[in-house]
């Protein structure tokens, strides 16, 4: 298994240049809705082109802790209890202004679920959670050398853009550019 990991961060390591992707961490809180914590991987192409990507996994925090160190302290030790996950696959437009880009996403939101069933056998599932309902995002980001930030705003639209603010989010985010 650990050659098989090593063989993949090689292979990205070379494909990374050719693609210009980032890989990084970021924090999602909730400012409307559940206001809930989010911790996230992404793996992403923003502002080499007009057109991007930006594959994140978010999964919600597993305490209450208001304070976010404590809280990602927490999750780093218990990542065995994680039993939720969403996958993002967005499709970005995006505008580069060197060091800068801005960029705009909309992706379908995929759960990815880790549960017990009857017989305590955990049993993953994917499935989509609604065929109507989309995240869609807005954020700039800054890259210097090899590192990046960004910041983006999100929320959950429909098909008519009808519930666009009754669950809204701010993401905040480090990446490291290849």
Known sequence: M???????VIVA???????????GVN??????????????ASIRSVGEGFIGFDLMV?????TSYVDPVENITYFANHLEEVEYAELLPFIL????LKPLALYAGLAPMIDLTYLPDENGD???DVQLYSPYMYRAKVGAQLNLLFLGAYVEAGTIV???FKSAFENYHVTAGAVLNF
Do not use: C, H, M, N
């Not at 390591?13 to 890989?23: H, K, M, N």
């Not at 559940?34 to 911790?39: G, K, L, N, P």
């Not at 978010?58 to 597993?62: G, Q």
């Not at 437009?93 to 580069?96: A, E, G, I, P, W």
């Open 2 to 8: 650990k050659r098989f990991l090593l063989a993949i």
């Open 13 to 23: 390591l070379f494909a990374a240049p050719v693609f210009a992707i980032d890989f």
């Open 27 to 40: 924090l999602t809180r909730e400012l409307a809705g559940f206001q809930r914590d989010f911790y996230g």
């Open 58 to 62: 978010v999964t919600p925090s597993l």
């Open 93 to 96: 437009v995006s505008l580069k």
């Open 122 to 124: 955990k049993q993953f």
């Open 158 to 160: 429909d098909l008519t």
